[in-house]
């Protein structure tokens, strides 16, 4: 137990060698990489997890506050989070930004050059998605126990390019080099029913009994993301959704050579979590429950 606590306490540290040694750690042991082959994006993950440490030792410590004084909880939900990157963020947050700076200048590298390797995660069109996540960074300042939920889009907003004098958008795929920040929650993931129709009945106590049947189901995955108060330790939780598929293909159209019909379930109901609404009437897409 003592050494489990002195370990726990190395990672958690605040202390310039020990941050200094987590990123070494996680550039070696998380990233398979040293400094003669790491790159730029090594360096990202490994100064990001280092912050993770971090943040997840206050994380958990937030989580034991609010069940053990029941706190009365804010749940925000909203259909879109324009999050923006996190790094430079939770380095303020956590008073860690200059301690970053001055440990990565020893190896010859620029913060700023780091943190532009952090896909912007674009899952919000602007003003609404952005005014929710102002909203949970001013929850967890004021050290207010909230939760946020949305959904996990694979494709954000858009990726902007000129061509020719044209704007020319293409598809923001904001998680091809995974989210370093994210932590899946396989053991919560549950079944979504959609489309179907009601059968109303009568039971054997003449009450009345409506059932909804013929279903197409979804599985919902959450993925649950860290939202750090500034200048304390609180640390709230947004949860964000991916859906899949109950299952990858229809193996008897599979052996049949059909293969495109055969993950055709598959493609459509995973199209829920893959790209962001077109901008809509806003009245429906955010709300808060206390």
Not at 7 to 25: F, G, I, N, Y
Not at 89 to 104: D, V
Not at 216 to 243: C, F, H, K
Request: a negative charge; hydrophobic letters at 40%; glycine letters at 6%.
């Amino acid at each position: 137990m003592a050494k489990a606590a002195k370990e726990a306490s190395a990672r958690v540290d605040m202390e310039p060698k020990q941050l200094e040694q987590s990123v070494l750690e996680h550039l070696f042991y998380t990233c398979a990489k040293d400094f003669s082959n790491a790159t730029f994006h090594d360096v990202f993950n490994a100064i990001a997890l280092a912050t993770r440490d971090r943040i997840v030792h206050r994380w958990l410590a937030t989580e034991r506050t609010y069940e053990e004084t029941d706190a009365k909880r804010v749940y925000y939900l909203s259909a879109e989070f324009l999050l923006g990157r996190a790094l430079s963020s939770n380095l303020i947050n956590l008073g860690l930004y200059e301690l970053a700076q001055k440990t990565l200048s020893k190896y010859d590298l620029d913060l700023t050059r780091i943190l532009e390797e952090e896909l912007d995660p674009g899952l919000g069109n602007g003003g609404l998605g952005r005014l929710a996540a102002c909203f949970m960074d001013s929850l967890a300042t004021l050290a207010l126990p909230a939760y946020g939920y949305g959904i996990r889009y694979e494709f954000g907003i858009f990726d902007q390019h000129i061509h020719e004098g044209w704007q020319v958008e293409q598809g923001d795929d904001w998680l091809r080099r995974g989210n370093p920040w994210e932590i899946p929650r396989l053991e919560n993931r549950v079944p979504v029913n959609f489309y179907g129709r009601v059968v109303h009945t009568v039971d054997e106590h003449g009450n009345h009994v409506s059932r909804w049947v013929d279903t197409e189901q979804v599985v919902g995955i959450p993925y649950d993301m860290p939202v750090i108060g500034y200048g304390n330790n609180t640390v709230n939780t947004l949860r964000l959704w991916s859906a899949k598929a109950t299952r990858s293909f229809n193996f008897q159209v599979f052996n049949d050579g059909d293969y495109r019909r055969a993950v055709e379930d598959k493609t459509a109901s995973e199209t829920i979590s893959k790209f962001r609404p077109a901008a809509r009437a806003a009245s429906w897409r955010s709300v808060i429950l206390v």
